[in-house]
């Protein structure tokens, strides 16, 4: 991609966290970095879970493993590198190194959303049509479904980067960001296409967007309008309860993606910005294993089970 590229400029300058005072990002590194860990932490144990207890070897569980798999993929494109930059004065990334942090970061970032929307289908078809539900997500239609949002993602990964990189880029080179993202990039470039590449990257990712959300919002419709059918208000919570953890997650990537791309234009501060991106990099990421973990009651006793048991000492 580089070698298309005629632009002067060689490397950025990420300052996202530069306006910060001193004496705080260390604290900034401290949390970051515990929430990371705790992220890395809470995804393992999810995907060790559901690998050693049979039970879990379902399509609900395979779709939660495959996510887990993504947002340790997403985090690790953005925030290793983030922390590092904490601590330093000077952080500079070369402009392959950037398009490369760029094409992963989209990548798993639009995987994330091609598996959430998958998930809500798999509880459509859970709740809205039981007795066909062996059929419809058979162990083969859900490795298609699994492996088509991971090509989904890296064609958006591909799309984006591309159009992206092969604009120009005459100077500065100071990226208004904590990591390579397109906004802050595409205010670096000039030429005549800019605006329009700007434009149509904006279009294609908030279609993308907003088409899985919308997918998202369709399957939960035929799925209430159905709960409301169960004439016992225990199945009707019963039924409700299999889908609660993958709705707040929903809500929560959603919600946060929204503050952050449909926020009005005007003036913000670097700190603002900074500080809203994190919203989206280290704090979603971080409270989806939660989530999935005390929402999911299944998941949660399989995890006592297989970790907590053998914590244990037995008895004699």
Known sequence: MSGQNHSTVSEFILIGFSHFPQQLLPVLFL?????????????????ATIWSERSLHTPMYLFLCALSISEILYTFAIIPRMLVDLLSTHSVIALAACAGQMFFSFTFGFTHSFLLT?????????????????????????????????????IMGMVVTTAIFNLTFCGPNEVQHFFCHVPPLVKLACGDNVFIVAKGVGLVCITALLGCLLLILLSYAFIVAT??????????????????????????HYGFASVIYLKPKGPQSLEGDTLMGTTYTVLTPFLSPIIFSLRNKELKNAMSKTFLGKLSPPRS
Not at 33 to 46: E, P, Q, V
Not at 230 to 250: M, N, Q, Y
């Open 31 to 47: 949390l970051f970095l515990l929430m990371y860990l705790f992220t890395l932490l809470g995804n393992l144990l999810i995907m």
């Open 118 to 154: 998958v998930m809500g289908y798999d509880r459509y078809v859970a709740i809205c049509h039981p007795l066909r539900y062996n059929v419809l997500m058979s162990p083969q239609g859900c490795a298609h479904l699994v492996t088509w949002s991971w090509i989904g993602g890296a």
């Open 227 to 252: 709960i409301l059918k169960i004439p016992s208000a225990e199945g009707r919570h019963k039924a409700f309860s299999t889908c609660a953890s993958h709705l707040i997650v929903v809500v929560v």
